[in-house]
């Protein structure tokens, strides 16, 4: 009996230490999206080192996401251990009758997914102003680029005409 109830107590912390893994990756996850919004602000404002000092707290935040989905996980293997079910949802419903883990393990994949996609559009907003910014360097150097082709050898060649940087 008092090993029952030994199992029982550890399930119990189990589930207290995962809720508040869950809450410090929730409270993480929206630092990160505010973080992001940022990016996107300063990337529309050209800002190259806001862009630079924002990205070094984003790296920062990621740290500590992945921190706590390590930590989550571990806690979690034992709930799945105890509840002999595989199936994620199944383990969370079984441990904790309320639904808030399940509840909190939503809304990170929702908030997760968010930042993810934001992220992606930064990340093509980015590769545009540098593709910008490498056409302009190539106009000021007089460069004309010339689609690629194949040499003799069956070699991919760029080719590029240019002037000395302002020559005309």
Same mark, same amino acid.
């Given at each position: 009996?008092?090993? #029952?109830?030994?199992?029982?107590?550890?399930?119990?912390?189990?589930?207290?230490?995962?809720?508040? @893994?869950?809450?410090?990756? =929730?409270?993480?996850?929206?630092?990160?999206?505010?973080?992001?919004?940022?990016?996107? %602000?300063?990337? /529309?404002?050209?800002?190259?080192?806001?862009?630079?000092?924002?990205?070094?707290?984003?790296?920062?935040?990621? %740290?500590?996401?992945?921190?706590?989905? *390590?930590?989550?996980?571990?806690?979690? @293997?034992?709930?799945?251990?105890?509840?002999?079910?595989?199936?994620? %949802?199944?383990?969370?419903?079984? #441990?904790?009758?309320?639904? /808030? =883990?399940? %509840?909190?393990?939503?809304?990170?994949?929702?908030?997760?997914? $968010?930042?993810?996609?934001?992220?992606?559009?930064?990340?093509?907003?980015?590769?545009?102003?540098?593709?910008?910014?490498?056409?302009? =360097?190539?106009?000021?150097?007089?460069?004309?680029?010339?689609?690629?082709?194949?040499?003799?050898?069956?070699?991919? *060649?760029?080719?590029?005409?240019?002037?000395?940087?302002? $020559?005309?």
């Amino acid at each position: 009996m008092s090993e #029952s109830l030994s199992n029982q107590q550890r399930n119990e912390n189990a589930i207290s230490d995962l809720s508040d @893994f869950f809450q410090v990756q =929730l409270e993480h996850l929206d630092q990160l999206h505010e973080i992001i919004g940022l990016e996107r %602000e300063a990337l /529309s404002r050209l800002e190259t080192s806001e862009v630079i000092r924002l990205s070094e707290i984003k790296s920062e935040i990621m %740290e500590k996401i992945e921190h706590c989905v *390590q930590q989550g996980q571990s806690i979690f @293997f034992q709930l799945q251990q105890a509840a002999n079910i595989q199936n994620p %949802e199944a383990v969370l419903r079984a #441990s904790d009758p309320s639904g /808030s =883990l399940l %509840e909190d393990r939503n809304r990170i994949l929702d908030l997760t997914e $968010r930042c993810m996609s934001e992220n992606r559009k930064n990340s093509s907003q980015l590769k545009l102003q540098n593709q910008r910014v490498h056409a302009a =360097l190539a106009a000021v150097r007089g460069e004309v680029h010339s689609p690629d082709c194949y040499t003799a050898s069956g070699e991919n *060649q760029s080719q590029f005409n240019s002037r000395f940087l302002g $020559r005309v």
